[in-house]
């Protein structure tokens, strides 16, 4: 993945160095065996945590997403709007009251994996958790003041919302995980991230934590009973320091399983060994360079990407999914707005600037700036000169930004590629010290959560670039109130057609990621919003 964000709404950070060991589990031997009912997932880093509220590394988040439960889940395909596409999870059943409450009855003798029953208590005491100031959590903006969780009694909860919208069923369920009241209540939040025991991380889910060995590996085990009834009972998590140590895991046979592979070369190395194959699946993920619209730029000492003229020129000169392929490979596709493959509004229909070399040389033409000495074009006395700004911890984003540095400079443009660390990255992104910056970001299933990065209310947040369009804003705001999925999909594409005109970015990849598989793990289904998802309906058992 790129499995380096910004800050997206799910944020995806750097991993924590792990240190290579065998795991440890029911099995005789750390590596997996036909005889064993047991998965090894080779992981790239090791979270700081899995208590939900904690976990910000996707890793963490996969284990959790087996530990804990959400009240239901909303479906691979389906729009947030749509009150058909969620599956029961914690809940069994739910009911709309009026406009502004939903009900939810959870299953009945539904147990925390230390036997305690669940209550509706535990589901108030969760969403309070989620708003918390000290924890502040990703999904705080969207539950603070807008979303309250009341018992009505031992088994039933009602969510009432402060207006009328579309996605209220999306808020009452996919931002929060249900964690247990009897183990959390009495213990200060600012204290809980030091919190290492085990024997705290008590979920409902299909399977429990039975150990986690730090710097090395961590084991859940089905639990007995649980409604989803897991397939494989128990599952490894080891965790490598890098992608390359975790490939080599699985290439000497002593893991499953690896998320994304990345590039072509990994793929074709899985490809060659006859004990693996290799499973292709859409990345919630999208990645785009953005420009800073508005302050003096760092390489000239003037901003020549505030002119929307010069901008568009940019995107013009750049072919867009043939650079998306040369990163990632078949499949990988550039994206008409900013969103992933896997969004359900995703649509050729969405108005983009054509790639057309001449054509953007002619609008710079037109907009004042002539090719001067050494080909660089000039305004006056400004050359035509910006910096694009790359993580170093990202190869495939500094390629992409070197791909960008030659397409423009056939058009006459002087560019240059900063890379330096992330935590640099971000300060200077939040400090709006630079000129462009290349990103990727994490998608949820609501296009609401864009709002943060392309919105004048997203100016201060994620929105780094300083784009503000009241056109864009009023299209948004139309979208996001559209209750029908088909006239909410007409609407969004309606406001990315105001985006890409106003040029604010260059929306460059959407990749198909490509997870390792051993064929001793029978036939999977990913689901590309958390790819673990399904685990519960795996078998061990041989594929073609």
């Not at 991993?15 to 065998?22: D, E, G, M, T, Y």
């Not at 959870?106 to 969403?127: I, K, N, Y």
């Not at 302050?295 to 901008?311: H, Q, W, Y």
């Amino acid at each position: 993945m790129i499995r380096i964000s910004v800050r997206p709404v799910r944020p995806v950070r750097l991993f924590i160095p792990a240190i290579l060991a065998a795991a440890l589990g029911a099995c005789s031997r750390p590596a997996p065996c036909t005889g064993c009912d047991r998965l090894v997932i080779a992981a790239t880093g090791e979270p700081s945590a899995i208590l939900p509220p904690l976990a910000f590394e996707t890793v963490g988040r996969d284990i959790g997403d087996q530990v804990y439960e959400r009240l239901a889940e909303l479906e691979s395909g389906h729009a947030p709007s749509d009150t058909t596409g969620y599956a029961p999870r914690l809940a069994e059943r739910w009911e709309r009251v009026d406009s502004l409450t939903w009900r939810f009855h959870l299953r009945p003798r539904a147990r925390w994996s230390d036997g305690q029953p669940v209550t509706a208590e535990d589901v108030a005491f969760s969403f309070e958790v989620y708003t918390d100031s000290t924890l502040d959590t990703s999904a705080r903006p969207s539950l603070e003041g807008h979303v309250v969780a009341l018992a009505e009694d031992s088994s039933t909860v009602a969510i009432h919302f402060d207006r009328v919208y579309p996605e209220q069923l999306y808020d009452a369920t996919w931002h929060v995980r249900v964690i247990p009241r009897h183990i959390w209540q009495d213990e200060p939040v600012s204290q809980w991230s030091a919190d290492t025991s085990v024997a705290r991380l008590v979920g409902s889910g299909p399977y429990k934590v039975m150990r986690w060995v730090r710097g090395q590996s961590l084991d859940l085990e089905a639990v007995p009973g649980s409604p989803r009834h897991p397939g494989i009972r128990q599952v490894t998590w080891r965790f490598a320091p890098d992608p390359d140590a975790a490939l080599t895991l699985v290439l000497a046979h002593e893991a499953d399983l690896l998320e994304t592979l990345g590039t072509p070369e990994r793929t074709s190395r899985v490809e060659a060994d006859t004990a693996l194959r290799v499973v292709n699946y859409p990345s919630a993920v999208y990645g785009f360079v953005g420009y800073r619209l508005h302050g003096g730029g760092t390489k000239s000492g003037t901003n020549v990407l505030g002119d929307v003229r010069v901008r568009r020129a940019l995107n013009m000169a750049v072919d867009r999914p043939a650079m998306a392929v040369q990163l990632f490979g078949p499949g990988a596709k550039a994206p008409p707005g900013p969103f992933s493959q896997v969004l359900w509004l995703w649509s050729d229909s969405i108005r983009v600037l054509p790639f057309d070399s001449a054509g953007a040389a002619s609008a710079l033409d037109s907009a004042g700036w002539r090719v001067g000495a050494g080909g660089v074009r000039r305004s006056g006395s400004r050359p035509l000169a910006f910096d694009v700004l790359v993580p170093s911890t990202s190869p495939v984003r500094r390629r992409a930004a070197e791909l960008l540095q030659e397409r423009w400079r056939l058009i006459g443009a002087e560019v240059s590629v900063t890379a330096v660390e992330f935590p640099v990255f971000q300060e200077r992104l939040a400090k709006g010290r630079f000129d462009s910056y290349v990103a990727t970001y994490l998608d949820e299933p609501s296009p609401r959560g864009l709002s943060e990065q392309w919105t004048a209310a997203g100016i201060g947040a994620l929105n780094f670039g300083g784009y503000a369009s009241p056109a864009f804003d009023a299209a948004f705001g139309a979208a996001e109130n559209e209750a029908v999925p088909a006239q909410a999909a007409r609407l969004w594409r309606s406001a990315f057609d105001t985006l890409n005109a106003d040029a604010p970015a260059l929306f460059l990849f959407s990749p198909v990621n490509r997870a390792a598989v051993a064929r001793r793990l029978g036939e999977i289904t990913i689901n590309p919003w958390s790819w673990l998802s399904d685990l519960p309906s795996w078998k061990i058992g041989a594929s073609r």
